[in-house]
């Protein structure tokens, strides 16, 4: 059976070898069957290949964090938020780095926090950022070395009182785009029980089962007569195929997944467009542009629309491109621009007709502008001038009702909290006649109308859960059981977290609002079932240590309820939750001189809490 199998795969590869150019349907690896076998296979066979890949910033995307694969191997930075009043620290310890969080006031440090790093995500070519794992729930750190201009500062996105510290998860829209596909632990966010080194072969030749099987069976074609069809070649494929295999990754912006698919769904030969659709915001009167915003800008140029170019027409993915002689581009420039003949001293095409420019989303960092184009005198457009047009799926001219829909409440929840997002959602949504539960339930809660959300889930009919993944699913059901809580249906609440805890139980926010809601109700024995378990998978969450605390204050318990309130401020030092328990904690102990002292560092951090605020002046 084995060899009959074989035997016909060989025959169709072989009816198929008909042209340069392949058509993606083509593929064997294509086939969800066929698995992923590791760069290292390939490594067999094409090891010069192998190890410059290696050595390429996508090789090198993702690495373990010792000082080989570190920019800061000698430059251990120390960085301050002016905001937070927090000082960030690496810290080498043999060959492990660590992140040293802490805080001075009056000359002693008040507060310190040690992580270890895991994982670099970043070549180095522009940043070293940095990740940790507790028990496979991976987050990122406050700490991103620039290398460009050699300076350490907080990542993108934490800047201007955004630092988020120690809690930002990293998913797995951003795994899949920083290594080979990692396991990911399904009904999670960001738990993982493996993570590859860097992206790998098969992100952008599609799987190698079969490739290696063939090989193995001494079936071998000859490539430069024909197209191998048990492995993709991504040269051999149309154009828009090709860009596809790059934009999967260079193409960043707001990515909405197709109905039912995943973000490792894509493989290199197919429309990237059938799994999902990328959009960015447009202006009127703006040119700025974005860190992964290669091909994008590449197809605004005359060069690219005025001929057959693609990203490999310049680029080897094999080779590291700091390693390439300038000239090597001039010469590719010079293909079609035969200038040369006229100026001999042309050089540096590309640093006026592709300048070095800041991108808008990453600090610190200058890439190479791909819109190919002749400089410009005119001034820049003022940024206040700009006029938004709306967002755009860049690689789908025609993106569904729903998509757009999507597309506009994930902007408005993950970037920019523009109602005009909202209302252009709403909008969308009312355009469509399919089943759009989860993304009503999306729109009313951002809008924060819960009585809207509530009688919209009362109206649908329960079988339209069964039409979409676990995780929007159950993201819905805890927006549900959020609704419910805070109208006082508490039963209801609690019916709507677990259901949502079922469909995603390693999603640990759903079992913490349960938790909560276990106590204020006084179902004590529950809420330490629960809280245990999440001690269990995850022990440096402070919202943990702060439920565990109120437990143990309602169960008049204070000496550990004040342990769990300072474990909560060793992981947060601006936790105003665990202040205001432990000036409960103090005043039901009748220690009112250290109420009074957690009162003035809540208004310390928050001068306008009123509960703070009214409570100090009775004291005084």
């Not at 569904?400 to 902007?411: D, P, Q, T, V």
Request: with cysteine; hydrophobic share 35%.
């Amino acid at each position: 059976m084995k060899y009959g199998f074989y035997f016909l795969v060989t025959f169709f590869i072989f009816s198929c070898q008909r042209g340069e150019v392949s058509n993606y349907k083509e593929y064997l690896n294509h086939n969800d069957t066929v698995k992923y076998v590791g760069m290292n296979e390939c490594k067999i066979c094409h090891l010069e290949i192998y190890n410059s890949f290696t050595q390429t910033g996508m090789g090198k995307s993702l690495s373990p964090a010792v000082k080989i694969n570190s920019s800061l191997a000698n430059k251990p930075n120390l960085i301050y938020d002016t905001i937070k009043n927090l000082f960030y620290q690496p810290v080498w310890i043999n060959d492990s780095l660590w992140i040293k969080e802490f805080r001075i006031y009056k000359k002693d440090t008040v507060h310190i926090l040690e992580k270890k790093v895991n994982y670099i995500i970043g070549s180095g070519h522009h940043t070293n950022s940095h990740l940790f794992e507790v028990n496979g729930f991976l987050h990122q750190m406050p700490y991103t070395y620039y290398t460009q201009d050699s300076i350490s500062d907080l990542p993108p996105g934490y800047e201007n009182g955004n630092n988020t510290r120690f809690t930002r998860e990293i998913n797995m829209e951003c795994m899949t785009c920083h290594n080979a596909y990692p396991s990911h632990v399904e009904g999670s966010n960001n738990k993982f029980t493996h993570i590859p080194n860097g992206i790998d072969c098969e992100r952008c030749h599609g799987p190698g089962e079969i490739h290696v099987k063939q090989k193995s069976l001494g079936i071998i074609i000859d490539t430069s007569k024909y197209i191998d069809y048990s492995i993709v070649n991504p040269g051999k494929l149309t154009k828009d195929l090709q860009f596809d295999v790059c934009q999967r990754c260079h193409l960043q912006g707001t990515a909405i997944l197709h109905k039912g698919f995943d973000y490792t769904d894509f493989k290199p030969g197919e429309h990237l467009n059938e799994v999902m659709d990328v959009y960015l915001p447009k202006y009127k009167n703006d040119n700025s542009f974005i860190m992964a915003s290669h091909v994008e800008r590449l197809k605004q140029s005359k060069c690219f629309n005025n001929s057959e170019m693609t990203c490999v027409s310049c680029h080897n993915p094999h080779e590291n491109i700091q390693n390439i002689d300038k000239q090597f581009f001039d010469k590719k420039c010079m293909e079609c621009h035969n200038v040369c003949n006229e100026e001999e001293n042309i050089n540096n095409c590309f640093s006026c007709h592709m300048p070095k420019s800041s991108s808008i989303d990453i600090p610190h960092v200058s890439i190479t502008d791909h819109n190919i184009a002749v400089p410009s005198n005119k001034p820049n457009i003022n940024k206040q001038e700009k006029e938004f047009l709306g967002l755009f799926a860049i690689n789908n001219n025609y993106p569904s009702n729903i998509s757009k829909a999507k597309a506009y409440l994930k902007r408005f929840e993950s970037f920019e909290k523009n109602l005009i997002y909202l209302d252009s959602a709403y909008y969308y949504l009312e355009k469509t006649d399919v089943n759009n539960y989860p993304f009503y339930i999306q729109y009313y809660y951002l809008r924060n109308d819960l009585y809207s959300l509530i009688n919209y889930h009362l109206s649908i009919d329960t079988l339209v859960y069964d039409d979409f993944k676990d995780d929007v699913v159950s993201l819905a059901f805890s927006r549900v059981a959020e609704s419910f809580s805070k109208n006082g249906m508490i039963t209801n609440a609690k019916v709507f977290y677990n259901k949502a805890i079922f469909k995603s139980p390693y999603v640990l926010d759903y079992k913490i609002k349960l938790v909560s809601l276990f106590i204020n109700n006084e179902d004590y024995l529950m809420a330490e079932n629960l809280l245990n378990e999440l001690i269990y998978l995850n022990p440096s969450r402070k919202e943990v240590y702060l439920n565990l605390g109120f437990l143990n204050l309602k169960k008049d318990k204070f000496d550990l309820a004040e342990i769990n309130f300072l474990i909560a401020l060793e992981l947060d030092p601006d936790y105003v939750l665990a202040f205001e328990n432990l000036a409960l904690l103090s005043l039901k102990s009748k220690k009112v001189f250290k109420a009074k002292s957690y009162l003035l560092k809540i208004l310390e951090i928050a001068p306008d809490h009123l509960k703070a605020n009214n409570l100090l002046n009775q004291l005084n």
